[in-house]
């Protein structure tokens, strides 16, 4: 019954190559993101879904295009993958509206590009 | 847009110590300010957080303080245990409305030294 779920938690690609990340949340949130933490450990969000609907895109190169189905899921999809893409990327969620705001975060997807 | 600044970045204290971390934020809207530890490999977790409207807030061995004229927020430790060595995050948010936009700090490195 894990609240925030993201696959795969391990992912080795070579340069070039498309890939997937996908997430989905269990807690009934209405806004989710994606975020990416560096070799450095900074955390900086790259996109936030409210109810599905893009709300912030923060100057992530146009390769990475995100993809909400559903309130509960928040895939992100990174085309011709480049050695600098190689980092641990996390998944939250939170809800906007309401008493709190705590983000929950999945266990997050390393990604290495070789 | 928001902008979050964290010091020191790593921190070394001797159990039993108190240990300090500081942040200032630039947008004077923030109004939610959550702290997240990292453990090694895992995802960042909520441990506590405050709102504008509160200028302390304390639970057990953890509390945070906010100055909203000078824009700052601090976490406090006291007593600290090998335990608590984690890197830590302190974020800015406005909450409420469509957009839930946690902007984090550049992160703290603690280590406590048995």
């Known amino acids: 019954d894990t609240a925030v779920s993201q696959t795969p938690k391990y992912l080795v690609t070579q340069m070039g190559n498309d890939k997937s990340i996908k997430c989905e949340q269990n807690l009934g949130h209405d806004t989710m993101y994606w975020y990416k933490q560096d070799s450095k450990k900074f955390l900086k969000i790259m996109f936030s879904y409210n109810n599905k609907e893009l709300i912030i895109n923060e100057t992530v190169p146009n390769r990475f295009s995100p993809k909400s189905p559903d309130k509960a899921h928040l895939n992100l999809h990174i085309n011709s993958l480049e050695l600098g893409d190689s980092a641990v990327y996390f998944c939250?969620?939170?809800?906007?509206?309401?008493?709190?705001?705590?983000?929950?975060f999945g266990q997050g997807t390393r990604l290495t590009v070789v | 847009g928001e902008n979050v600044e964290q010091h020191p970045s790593t921190l070394s204290v001797q159990e039993g110590d108190s240990a300090v971390i500081k942040c200032t934020y630039s947008?004077?809207?923030?109004?939610?300010f959550p702290w997240y530890k990292q453990e090694l490999g895992k995802r960042p977790q909520l441990i506590i957080d405050?709102?504008?409207?509160?200028g302390e807030k304390k639970d057990q061995r953890i509390a945070v303080t906010l100055n909203k004229t000078a824009k700052h927020f601090s976490l406090h430790i006291t007593e600290t245990q090998p335990e608590d060595s984690a890197v830590y995050f302190c974020?800015?948010?406005?909450?409420?409305?469509?957009?839930?936009?946690?902007?984090f700090g550049t992160g703290t490195l603690l280590a406590v030294q048995p």
């Open positions: 405050i709102r504008s409207n509160v």
């Open positions: 974020a800015a948010s406005i909450y409420g409305g469509a957009t839930n936009k946690l902007i």
């Open positions: 947008d004077s809207a923030s109004n939610y």
């Open positions: 939250a969620s939170s809800q906007v509206i309401g008493v709190g705001t705590e983000a929950f």
